[in-house]
């Protein structure tokens, strides 16, 4: 079964400069995570999507980052306008179902590395 | 709130010998935990899960973790180091609402000398 698909794999932008990317899950998936991953640092979830409702996007900096999941498939992950901070891996992963309960787990895609300079 | 500590940013073995790492967590009410393992320049795979089922859990190449509720922990353990096992390892923990969000440690560097 194909994997979780991110692209691109790799991007520099300036700062005050946007960027977008890109993530389509893995077939069936419902949930939709996306991930922030800061050198040195643990993954921190950004936004959740259940089919194309948000589910968690309490710790998405709504002010520069925005995210959408049309028709419940594959999202974008924007951010408008990139600061230095946000030089990061963002990693995107799906899963059948939310609940760790019902025997499926998040798998992820490989990520996206953003260089803000 | 629920949190995950792991000790020990890198983690030094030979070949052959015991590997542990170690996390301890934090919550309020009984958690899911979780080990995920990170090679270089790729996601993040899952090892092994606990779901409030046997406290010994075992995973993929040939890792266990043994959830221990009196200690608040969810230590990794492999019986035999091998070279391929050299990566990042991140514990985590879910909340237990409606989200079932992951919470990520700040991860283990795992080295294996030959």
């Known amino acids: 079964e194909a994997g979780v698909a991110q692209s691109p794999r790799y991007k520099i932008i300036e700062k005050r400069q946007s960027v977008a990317f890109w993530c389509n899950p893995i077939?069936?998936?419902?949930?939709l995570y996306w991930y922030q991953q800061i050198l040195g640092q643990g993954p921190k979830l950004l936004i959740q999507?259940?089919?194309?409702?948000?589910?968690?996007d309490s710790q998405l900096p709504k002010d520069r980052f925005s995210a959408e999941r049309l028709k419940g498939v594959d999202s974008t992950l924007k951010i408008q306008p990139a600061k230095l901070e946000d030089s990061a891996v963002y990693l995107c992963?799906?899963?059948?179902?939310?609940?760790?309960?019902?025997?499926?787990?998040?798998?992820f895609g490989q990520g996206t590395r953003l260089t803000v300079v | 709130a629920q949190s995950v500590t792991q000790l020990g940013s890198h983690v030094s073995v030979s070949e052959g010998a015991l590997v542990l790492l170690r996390c301890n967590y934090s919550s309020s009410v009984p958690p899911y935990l979780f080990w995920y393992v990170q090679y270089p320049n790729q996601g993040l795979q899952l090892l092994l899960k606990?779901?409030?089922?046997?406290?010994l859990v075992k995973g993929i190449n040939g890792f266990e973790a043994e959830f221990k509720k009196s200690e608040t922990s969810f230590h990794l353990t492999k019986p035999s180091a091998h070279m391929s096992d050299a990566a990042e390892y991140f514990c985590a923990v879910s909340r237990m609402d409606s989200s079932y969000k992951l919470i990520f440690g700040s991860g283990t560097r795992l080295l294996v000398r030959p």
């Open positions: 992963a799906s899963s059948l179902d939310l609940d760790p309960r019902m025997n499926t787990e998040a798998f």
């Open positions: 999507f259940q089919n194309n409702g948000v589910v968690d």
């Open positions: 606990y779901t409030s089922a046997a406290t």
């Open positions: 077939s069936g998936h419902a949930t």
